[in-house]
C-alpha cells in the first residue's frame, strides 16, 4: 500500500510562486509513476505534471514553463514547483501513484493510489 499526502497549498496572488510537497509511504520511488492533478470547483480532475523512474517528465500544456516537479529520494518526497501563477492554475491538487508502465498516464483512472488534496487559490 502507498501512501500520499500533500501540503504546501495557499493563497497566493497572480504572478507569484508556490511549492507544494507530496510525502510519499514507499521504500522506493523506483518503478512508480508520480503525477499531480488538479481540479476547479464544478469541473473535472485534470493532469498538470507526471515523472518516472529515468527522469522523464512531462507536463500539461497549460503549465509548461511555469511548472517543474523535483524528486528527493532521500525523504520520499516529491515537489511541484509552481511559478507565474494565474487565477486559473486555481484547484485541489492531487498527487498520484501507479504501480509500474511506461512512459506517462494522463487519466485519473491510470492511477492507483492518490492524496487527499491540497488547496491552491491565485487571487488578488
Known amino acids: 500500500q502507498v501512501r500520499l499526502v500533500e501540503s504546501g497549498g495557499s493563497l497566493v496572488q497572480p504572478g507569484g510562486s508556490l511549492r507544494l510537497t507530496c510525502q510519499i509511504s514507499?521504500?522506493?520511488?523506483?518503478?512508480?509513476?508520480l503525477a499531480w492533478f488538479r481540479q476547479a470547483p464544478g469541473k473535472g480532475r485534470e493532469f498538470v505534471a507526471a515523472?518516472?523512474?529515468?527522469?522523464?517528465?512531462a507536463y500539461a500544456d497549460s503549465v509548461k514553463g511555469r511548472f517543474q516537479v523535483s524528486l528527493d529520494d532521500i525523504i520520499n518526497t516529491r515537489f511541484l514547483h509552481m511559478s507565474d501563477l494565474k487565477p486559473e492554475d486555481s484547484g485541489l491538487y492531487y498527487c498520484?501513484?501507479?504501480?509500474?508502465?511506461?512512459?506517462?498516464?494522463?487519466?485519473?483512472?491510470?492511477?492507483?493510489?492518490w492524496g487527499q488534496g491540497t488547496q491552491v487559490t491565485v487571487s488578488s
Open positions: 515523472s518516472w523512474g529515468d527522469g522523464g517528465t
Open positions: 514507499t521504500r522506493t520511488f523506483r518503478g512508480y509513476i
Open positions: 498520484a501513484a501507479r504501480g509500474g508502465g511506461s512512459g506517462y498516464y494522463t487519466e485519473v483512472s491510470d492511477y492507483d493510489y
